[in-house]
């Protein structure tokens, strides 16, 4: 439509209140709201399991194993997150979304999981505290949102401690990345070399170093959108408190 023909529609139609956009039905919010509960109560678990390990131990050296199970099991729930994109449920990229939550369960299961010398690496705990922290106070906003009962609190969090907490995920996935770059050479762990009937070949631990040099230009990115959107959703509260 020409920019006349939208001008001509817009006032013919000048009494029509804009339409509103539509939120998700009754069921699919009850089901998205039971989702995100379900979420936030499972990375509470993860948490508190930190926790009382460390007190039980002293020490935070292999913490990990003592959230392994919970940890695969909630991160890999996350990628019902993309098939909510899909459905059209959440107003959110396919794309967007399917590459946040892949990278976790990439680096849950193909890396983590697969290369278990790094388990005892302290960068693992770098990210899962990192990881743990955040989805607590992603889901709990998801949660309140779709309530519509967001407290302050809440919003600040979601808009401030990722402030810290993405540099240090990214430190810790980076170095565990890193980690498992040995043993991954040492073993071929899913590579597949030539010779052989499908005359394909891969090697993981390339693909590892192209999954690290990838962060360079995404990092950023992401990183600096997230901060757009904190001075987007906390500007005006800001300016209202200045005010008062």
């Not at 009850?30 to 926790?51: D, R």
């Not at 107003?91 to 369960?105: A, H, K």
């Not at 401030?160 to 770059?181: K, N, Q």
């Amino acid at each position: 439509m020409s920019a006349a023909a939208q001008g001509t529609s817009k006032a013919a139609h000048g009494d029509v209140a804009p339409k509103k956009k539509k939120g998700p039905g009754a069921l699919a919010t009850a089901y998205l709201v039971i989702y995100n509960v379900v979420m936030t109560a499972g990375w509470l678990v993860i948490a508190v399991g930190l926790v009382r390990a460390y007190l039980a131990r002293g020490s935070y050296h292999g913490l990990y194993y003592s959230i392994e199970k919970p940890l695969k099991f909630f991160q890999t729930g996350a990628l019902l997150e993309v098939l909510h994109c899909a459905v059209g449920i959440v107003p959110s990229s396919v794309v967007l979304t399917g590459f946040q939550v892949m990278s976790r369960v990439f680096l849950t299961w193909a890396v983590t999981h697969s290369v278990r010398e790094v388990q005892s690496e302290d960068s693992v705990l770098l990210f899962v505290t990192a990881w743990t922290v955040t989805e607590i106070i992603r889901y709990s906003f998801y949660t309140f949102s779709l309530l519509n009962h967001l407290p302050y609190l809440i919003k600040w969090a979601r808009y401030t401690f990722f402030i810290v907490l993405y540099p240090m995920g990214v430190s810790g996935e980076l170095l565990t990345i890193y980690a498992a770059l040995p043993y991954v050479q040492k073993t071929g762990l899913y590579s597949v070399t030539l010779p052989n009937k499908y005359n394909f070949s891969f090697d993981y631990y390339t693909f590892l170093i192209l999954v690290m040099i990838s962060y360079i230009p995404l990092f950023p990115q992401l990183y600096f959108h997230m901060m757009r959107q904190r001075k987007k959703v906390l500007g005006h509260a800001d300016d209202y408190s200045k005010v008062e």
